[in-house]
């Protein structure tokens, strides 16, 4: 059974500062997801990646897959109130499997 | 499209009532997923879909839990009967098909307490 591990668990920040948050697999992902879940609402998906090593951008987030296909990071550039919500990392096989999550704060 | 459809966004009923969560999947989507959400165990797959084939319920939890998809555009899970460590946020999501780089869409959910 695949096991995900995100950190870290909790994050709260200041708006305008930088951030990280990972995702480690116990084994190779099939391709892997990030989602943002807001209070009350599913998760919305944010970005696929296949490819180790490959790097995406999504405005000021910069999503990174390590070479080997077993870990992600996820870095928020200057980051702002809106950002705040619970970040979750999957992989995209053939049944959609969840880390826990990074739950991100961001204080006005 | 107005996208994956859950009701009711709020459920509470007493422990050993029967309790009925429905799903619209997103049209033309082949695979339609269930899961449940807790503080303790974050999101878990209870049971998917696919082309209205049951194909993976090793995340039922019990007996107790069952689902159906008798249509393209129409699933349940029942819960019957209800207990308090049901208690959770059940959601609801399709994709165009297993493992589908376009992602998979979640409703909104549905809010269960049990008391």
């Known amino acids: 059974t695949q096991l995900l591990e995100q950190s870290p668990q909790f994050l709260s920040i200041q708006e305008g500062e930088n951030l990280t948050v990972y995702c480690n697999s116990s084994?190779?992902?099939?391709?892997l997801q990030w989602y943002r879940q807001e209070p009350g609402e599913g998760p919305v998906l944010l970005v696929t990646?296949?490819?180790?090593?490959e790097v995406k951008k999504l405005k000021r987030l910069t999503f990174q897959f390590g070479d080997a296909r077993k870990d992600s990071s996820l870095h928020i550039t200057a980051a702002q109130p809106g950002d705040t919500g619970l970040y979750l990392c999957a992989d995209s096989g053939s049944r959609l499997t969840f880390g826990e999550g990074t739950q991100l704060t961001v204080n006005p | 499209d107005a996208g994956v459809i859950q009701s009711p966004r709020h459920e509470v009923t007493e422990m050993g009532q029967e309790v009925t969560l429905r799903c619209k999947p997103i049209s033309g989507h082949n695979s339609l997923f269930w899961y449940r959400q807790t503080m303790m165990r974050g999101l878990e797959l209870l049971i998917y879909?696919?082309?209205?084939?049951?194909?993976?319920d090793s995340g039922m939890p019990e007996d107790r839990f069952s689902a159906k998809m008798p249509n393209a555009s129409f699933s349940t899970l029942k819960i019957q009967p209800s207990e308090p460590r049901d208690s959770a946020v059940y959601f609801c999501?399709?994709?165009?098909?297993?493992?589908?780089?376009?992602?998979?869409?979640f409703g909104s959910g549905t809010r269960l307490t049990v008391v």
């Open positions: 999501a399709s994709s165009p098909f297993p493992g589908s780089g376009d992602g998979y869409t």
């Open positions: 084994s190779v992902f099939s391709s």
């Open positions: 990646v296949v490819t180790g090593g």
């Open positions: 879909f696919n082309n209205n084939v049951p194909i993976d």
